[in-house]
């Protein structure tokens, strides 16, 4: 790529920004100005393009406070054409998707193309045929500043540039610190070669992530997708991609990160909103949410499912015309008992019942010296006499009035509980009042994922070509099961902490969650090095790994910041007043601030802000200049950061849970959601371990 003639190097850069601007202008003007009168086809075909056509208008969009590009490549020698998007060229700028010229000649290569994988793996030890590394720097999307890394003169200072010299990135430490305003940001820009080896994976491997705060696990997963999608987009693109998080809140949080990086197809939910059956009203005690969370479930739902299943006692006689034709009911014991044997679903073998029935009598009439065809084979399928026998031996199952039987009926569930489920337990799973019907049941969250388990069941739940599940520890075995399902055929990258399992079924080892996912042959790979959360305040939350997680290892940050942890003991009487004087002193920093408190004294500290004039927000609203002060309830505090944290009363945040260990998990997490500085604030004695 040749080097434009200006000798300030700035100001050259500033340059290629310019021009590159005016070429996805131009990009994205030759696609508006497509006409679709001349396109031949159907209606439907018109249709399909016009989409498609607004999808890529849409991806070429240039946001005016996102970096077109943040890098650039200086090779030693030519790359082959094989290996780029362009070929041929010695400079490479690296940015989040491709811009080319009116020549086609690439201007920015798309972070995900394999010219570009340097950029987050070459080092002075292995410069991978880079001679120089230079990162930008940006202020209001406007370029100000670059550095270089020199990876193969060992007489040149490793960093130079308009930043300065020194023998760490600037930039780099910069771009990570930067102040959180808003929802999530991509990591494009500073994405470390542990963490590049994820998200290149290949598509055809599911890939578990134990990450520790800070780690950038859920970015990680962002970008694996966006990386997917852009090496297999055909792929994908027919099959789907979703990303599923731990509530609205999160998913708010992250929406952000993949239509900057131009991928504005990728589906979100939380799991409850996977298994939307049933509409959810009531609640479980944690007893019974632990039991029917339980992998043992599904044995005793399958039970369930066939259990209408019934022998015939009389044959089949089929009508057609003058002759009759009789199926004994030894042959159709034999059909039904067959199709029990196979490993299909139930609404699958209902279906083939009719079927292998007519066949059976197709084999009659051919044994007569008739000849009949399929259509005839159809037809005697059709046959009253037929659909008698398959009503009754292998009756229709609808999976929420089975489960509204099961759950009701202590007699069925007995039934089908029988050396699954204790007596005891069996009472737990019981609904304390049973339900009239599917519409006025008090549905539990648990229940709704039971029903979804019985409706695949009953007909194979549609697969996904990959899915992302973002804080999988918290999963129940019959939620990781439901998860699975959306990825029988396809692949996964699962993303968590065991540390942060705070529900009385989180989740013990990865190797079981993927087991009980269906993937039970997936990679595992542990994240340590955070690069968020300052070593202060990491290796304090740290303490507590040996209470909640032992087999662990510490997580440690790159990042030191002195002073960044503040611990205060307050008396009883000034607890709001120092709630509300450490959230001043946080909101005189620039970025976002959150106060994270036990769920139950939200409404105390929503009412101490409202009366001290501090607008406040609520988790996954954006943040703006009116309101940096996000109100956070300990509950929903995981996946999310802010700048500045102050966390109110850790003993209450610990009080707020079922037991002592998911209490610590969960101080844990709030421990953990500050990037640049933490406030404790507490009045209680604090958990020994951080005495």
């Known amino acids: 790529m040749p080097a434009n003639p200006t000798t300030d190097p700035l100001q050259r850069e500033r340059d290629h920004l310019a021009a ?81 010229d009116a020549d086609g000649d690439p201007m920015v290569i ?95 491997g599911t890939i578990c992530v134990q990450g520790a705060p800070g780690t950038g696990k859920t970015a990680v997963g962002l970008h694996r997708v966006a990386y997917l999608l852009y090496a297999h987009r055909e792929r994908l693109a027919r099959t789907g991609t979703l990303v599923i998080g731990p509530n609205n809140a999160f998913l708010s949080y992250i929406e952000q990160v993949l239509p900057a990086l131009g991928e504005l197809d990728v589906a979100q939910a939380t799991v409850q909103q996977l298994v939307g059956h049933v509409e959810v009203k009531g609640e479980d005690t944690a007893e019974a949410a632990r039991l029917k969370g339980d992998a043992r479930m599904a044995e005793v739902l399958r039970r369930a499912v066939r259990s209408g299943i019934t022998l015939p006692t009389e044959p089949c006689v089929v009508v057609r015309g003058s002759r009759r034709w009789r199926v004994p009911v030894y042959e ?101 009042k049973p339900g009239r019907s599917v519409k006025t049941a008090r549905w539990t969250a648990s229940d709704a994922v039971l029903v979804d388990e019985a409706a695949d069941l009953v007909q194979r739940t549609p697969s996904l070509g990959h899915v992302v599940l973002d804080e999988a520890q918290d999963l129940s075995p019959m939620q990781y099961r439901a998860v699975g399902r959306r990825c029988t055929t396809g692949s996964a990258t699962v993303l968590g902490d065991l540390a942060q399992g705070t529900t009385p079924w989180a989740t013990a080892s990865w190797p079981d969650a993927l087991h009980h996912l269906g993937k039970p042959g997936a990679h595992v790979e542990e994240l340590t090095k955070g690069f968020r959360v300052p070593e202060e305040v990491i290796a304090y939350a740290s303490r507590l790994l040996p209470a909640i997680a032992p087999g662990l290892a510490p997580a440690t940050s790159v990042r030191e910041a002195p002073g960044s942890l503040t611990i205060r003991h307050i008396t009883d009487g000034e607890a709001s007043e120092a709630v509300i004087e450490a959230c001043l002193r946080a909101l005189e920093n620039e970025g976002s601030t959150g106060l994270i408190a036990a769920d139950a004294r939200i409404p105390l500290l929503a009412e101490a802000l409202t009366a001290a004039g501090l607008p406040h927000l609520s988790p996954g609203t954006e943040t703006s200049a009116e309101a940096r002060l996000t109100l956070v309830p300990a509950s929903l505090a995981k996946g999310l950061e802010y700048d500045y944290v102050v966390l109110d009363e850790p003993a209450a945040v610990i009080a707020g849970e079922p037991d002592e260990r998911t209490g610590l998990r969960r101080l844990y997490v709030a421990l953990t959601r500050a990037v640049s500085g933490l406030t404790v604030l507490h009045a209680e004695p604090l958990p020994e371990q951080l005495r």
Request: charged share 30%.
């Open 20 to 100: 590159s601007r005016a070429a996805l202008r131009a990009m994205r003007e030759d696609v508006q100005s497509l006409d679709l009168r001349d396109v031949t086809g159907t209606w439907v075909s018109a249709a399909v393009l016009q989409n498609q056509i607004e999808s890529r208008i849409a991806a070429l969009a240039d946001l005016a406070d996102t970096p077109l590009f943040f890098g650039r490549l200086d090779y030693l020698h030519a790359i082959s054409e094989e290996m780029s998007e362009g070929g041929g060229g010695e400079s490479f700028y690296i940015g989040r998707r491709h811009v080319h």
């Open 110 to 204: 798309d972070w995900r193309a394999p010219v570009s994988q340097p950029f987050y793996r070459a080092s002075r030890t292995e410069p991978l045929d880079v001679e120089r590394r230079r990162r930008f720097g940006y202020t209001g999307g406007e370029l100000t500043a670059y550095e270089d890394e020199h990876l193969t003169d060992p007489a040149t200072e490793t960093f130079t540039g308009s930043a300065g010299g020194s023998t760490t990135s600037a930039l780099l430490a910069a771009e990570i610190e930067k102040p959180r305003v808003g929802p999530m940001r991509d990591i494009v820009a500073t994405i470390q070669p542990e963490q590049d080896e994820i998200v290149r994976s290949d598509v055809t």
């Open 332 to 432: 159709l014991a034999e059909i039904i008992e067959e199709l029990k044997d196979r490993d299909i679903r139930y609404g699958a073998a209902g279906e083939a019942l009719p079927q292998r029935i007519a066949h059976a009598v197709l084999l009659k009439m051919e044994q007569s010296g008739e000849a009949p065809d399929d259509r005839v084979q159809d037809a005697v399928a059709r046959n009253s006499a037929v659909k008698a026998v398959v009503k009754q031996c292998w009756p229709p199952v609808d999976p929420a009035k089975l489960m509204l039987r099961l759950l009701s009926e202590p007699e069925f569930l007995a039934s089908c509980a029988e050396g699954v489920l204790t007596a005891e337990e069996q009472r737990a799973v019981l609904w304390p």
